[in-house]
Each structure stands twice: as structure tokens, then as C-alpha cells.
């Protein structure tokens, strides 16, 4: 196909085919660096926590009364909360996994430390905690109950070990030496690691850079927290999940009527905490749809016009042999032109884009190949969007076009 023609008709026609092109260009910056987000936060939506999810929930519990003997309450309710029928086991914290918000430290590795050598969440625990999560625990070994203390969640720490996640192991040893070494939170005193699990995600969720580069930087205290408003865990055998939550609900009531429950399986969780994300995902491909289907609309449109003002000219290279697979192929590889200058400039645009999305928002970087696939794909939108009209230019009559009608 000689580009000669096709050339000089897109330059009587500049400002048509520069539409097209610049259409295509910010078409392509848009949509390649919102595929590269739905891709990121799809991904960060579907981390595991570490947390057995299709057998846990949790119960968050308010009082309206006061109570001094509190800390009797709290260790029959989740005494009480074990003899149940089905359950495997159950603890209380100050936070769980996905929560929305929650304890932050900086964890140190002498006393000395300006800055923190890592961000970790903070978890309260007893002997029960790692059973009733269902974390895995990969090394060292899980608290004994002559090391949990019962204390208000608001006191300073006094504890002497930890369990953490591994992924705050590495992040404090990345030779993998973790187990026994003495690490501490804040300006508080030496503790030590004595366990470590496979995965233990933070209560925050937030889809940005710092949130995700912390996201399994956890640490769990041996901490019977006493609050009027405490979180029980519980984990349930499996299958009976739905009737165990319920049962246990109205066992806590049972044991005290003044109290205000919210029930949650750790999947209703997951599902809350996301809820964003997928809201986002959900518009983000709309508006893609939309962007995808006007530019289609909008070359078949323009296309459409280019072949009424060439009536003419079609006619005549009919006339001189032309065959209808020639005019096809004319309207194509001029499509082809246009869409090829757009989407090389929108590669550039989406990349410049990203990186100041990058610098502004704490967006994660995009693979440049994403960019390079957007391209292809409006390309073929191209090809496929001037096809109808190609065909329609290939089935005007000779005879009907020389005389301009």
C-alpha cells in the first residue's frame, strides 16, 4: 500500500486526524494508569491476612455501665466463650486484622535510635491468640500464661517477649536471625522475640504506599487488655461458623444485659474493608468502557465523513482498478497511522502521568508494559472502529462517484 496518497489526504484533513490522535493519546495515558491501579488495588484487596477467615469472627462489645470488678467479667465472658459447643478457641485483644484502625509502633533496635527501624502493629494476645487466629507459627515458640498480664490497653508496655509476623522479622533482620534477639518499641525496655508466624496482616487497609509496605508488620504483646469496650476473638470448627455467632452473642448478653454487640466472621470484614476498593475498581472500568466506546464512535464517525468528502476520489481509483479489499485496506492503514502517532504519544503521556501520580499520591509505579499493551489495544479499537466505514467507502459505485453523486 503506498503511503504517498494516504499522507497527502491526512494532511488536507490536519486537524481531523490531530483529533483523532490527541483523543487516542489521552484515551491511552487514562486508561493504562487506571488498569495499573484496578490491577494494584484488586491485588492489595485480596492479600491474606494470615487469619483462618472462613472460621473466625469477632465481637466487639461496648458497656454503658461501669464495672470495677472488670477484669473477672472479661476472663469468665471468654472462658465462657471456649466451653461453647464448636468452638476450637477464643481470646481478647485491642485489635484484629482489617479492623480499619488500630495500634502503630516504631520498633527499635537499641534504645539509642533517632528513627525507628520499622513501623509494626500492635497486637494484644494471650496463650490463646495464635490458636484462635489460626496463624502458623514457623519458629520459636507460642507465650505461656505465666507471661500474659492483665492490664488496661492504654498502660505502658511491660512486657518481656514477642511473637512477630515475619514479615517484621525480615524487615528488622534481613540475615533471618530474628528469633532471640532483643528488639524495642519505642523508649520502653529490652524485649524479646520468641516466636515468629508465617503472616499476620495490620489492621489498616488504606491503599497507599506506606499502608502497603507495612501491611504484614505486626507484633503481638502477651496482653489480657481490660476494656469496657473489648474485641473477642473466637474461632469456630468448620461448618458451624453462622450458628456459632449467633450463639455467642447472645451468650455474652446473657452474661450481661447492658452491654451493645457487633458481630462480624472475619469474610464480613475482609468485605468492609474493601468496600472502597471494589467501589473504585467498579467506576474506574465504567469510566474505561465509556472513554473506549466514544473513541470507537468517534473514529467511525470521523471516518464516516472522511469517506463522504472523498466520494470522488474513491470513485476514480474504482474506475482505474481499484478493488473494494484495496479501499478497505486504504481506510486501515490510514487508521493504522493516526492510531500508531496517538498511542506512541499516549505511551509517553502515561508514563509521564504515573510518575507524577507517583510523586503526589504514593500511587504504585506502573510496569511500563502495561502502556505498551493499552497501545495495542487501541490500535486494534482502531482498526476495528474504521472497519464499518472502510466497508462502506469499498461499495460506493464508480459510476455514481465520478458523477458526485
Known amino acids: 500500500m503506498p503511503f504517498g496518497p494516504i499522507l497527502a489526504a491526512m494532511r488536507r484533513n490536519k486537524f481531523g486526524a490531530i483529533l483523532i490522535a490527541v483523543q487516542m493519546a489521552v484515551t491511552l495515558a487514562f486508561i493504562a494508569n487506571s488498569f495499573a491501579l484496578i490491577e494494584q488495588r484488586l491485588l492489595w484487596s485480596s492479600r491474606a491476612t494470615g487469619v483462618d477467615e472462613r472460621n473466625v469472627f469477632v465481637i466487639r462489645g461496648g458497656s454503658i455501665a461501669t464495672h470495677e470488678d472488670l477484669e473477672a467479667r472479661l476472663k469468665g465472658d471468654v472462658a465462657a466463650l471456649r466451653e461453647l459447643p464448636g468452638v476450637l478457641d477464643a481470646y481478647i485483644t485491642n485489635d484484629y486484622p482489617l479492623e480499619g484502625g488500630g495500634w502503630s509502633e516504631g520498633?527499635?533496635?537499641?534504645?539509642?535510635?533517632?528513627?525507628?527501624?520499622a513501623s509494626a502493629a500492635h497486637y494484644f494476645g494471650d496463650e490463646h491468640a495464635l490458636n484462635s487466629l489460626g496463624l502458623k507459627l514457623i519458629a520459636g515458640r507460642d507465650f505461656t500464661a505465666s507471661e500474659v498480664t492483665a492490664r488496661p490497653d492504654n498502660s505502658p508496655?511491660?512486657?518481656?517477649?514477642y511473637i512477630v509476623s515475619k514479615a517484621l522479622a525480615d524487615s528488622l533482620f534481613p540475615k533471618g536471625d530474628a528469633l532471640g534477639k532483643t528488639v524495642y518499641v519505642e523508649d520502653n525496655a529490652p524485649t524479646q522475640?520468641?516466636?515468629?508466624?508465617?503472616?499476620?496482616?495490620?489492621?489498616?487497609?488504606?491503599?497507599t504506599g506506606q499502608t502497603v509496605k507495612y501491611a504484614e508488620n505486626s507484633f503481638i504483646e502477651p496482653v489480657f487488655p481490660l476494656s469496657e469496650f473489648p474485641r473477642f476473638?473466637?474461632?469456630?470448627?468448620?461448618?458451624?461458623?453462622?450458628?456459632?455467632?449467633?450463639?455467642a452473642e447472645a451468650l455474652l448478653l446473657q452474661r450481661d444485659s447492658d452491654r451493645i454487640l457487633k458481630t462480624q466472621s472475619m469474610e464480613e470484614v475482609r468485605a468492609q474493608a474493601y468496600r472502597g476498593n471494589h467501589g473504585l475498581v467498579v467506576l474506574l472500568v465504567s469510566v474505561c468502557t465509556a472513554l473506549l466506546v466514544v473513541t470507537g464512535f468517534g473514529i467511525i464517525g470521523l471516518t464516516s465523513y472522511w469517506v463522504t468528502l472523498r466520494r470522488q476520489q474513491i470513485g476514480i481509483r474504482r474506475a482505474l482498478g481499484a478493488t473494494r479489499l484495496n479501499i478497505v485496506q486504504y481506510f486501515q492503514t490510514e487508521n493504522l497511522l493516526i492510531a500508531a502517532s496517538g498511542a506512541l504519544a499516549g505511551v509517553a503521556l502515561a508514563i509521564m502521568l504515573n510518575l507524577w501520580m507517583v510523586d503526589h499520591f504514593e500511587m504504585v509505579r506502573m510496569a511500563d508494559s502495561r502502556a505498551l499493551i493499552g497501545a495495542f489495544v487501541l490500535l486494534l479499537l482502531g482498526q476495528a472502529a474504521v472497519f464499518w466505514p472502510a466497508l462502506r467507502a469499498a461499495s460506493?459505485?464508480?459510476?455514481l462517484a465520478t458523477r458526485g453523486g
Do not use: Y
Open 233 to 247: 476473638v473466637v474461632r469456630a470448627q468448620p461448618g458451624q461458623l453462622n450458628s456459632l455467632m449467633k450463639r
Open 157 to 161: 508496655t511491660e512486657a518481656k517477649v
Open 107 to 117: 520498633v527499635l533496635l537499641n534504645p539509642d535510635q533517632k528513627t525507628s527501624t
Open 396 to 399: 460506493i459505485p464508480p459510476a
Open 193 to 207: 522475640i520468641i516466636g515468629i508466624v508465617e503472616q499476620l496482616q495490620t489492621p489498616f487497609f488504606a491503599a
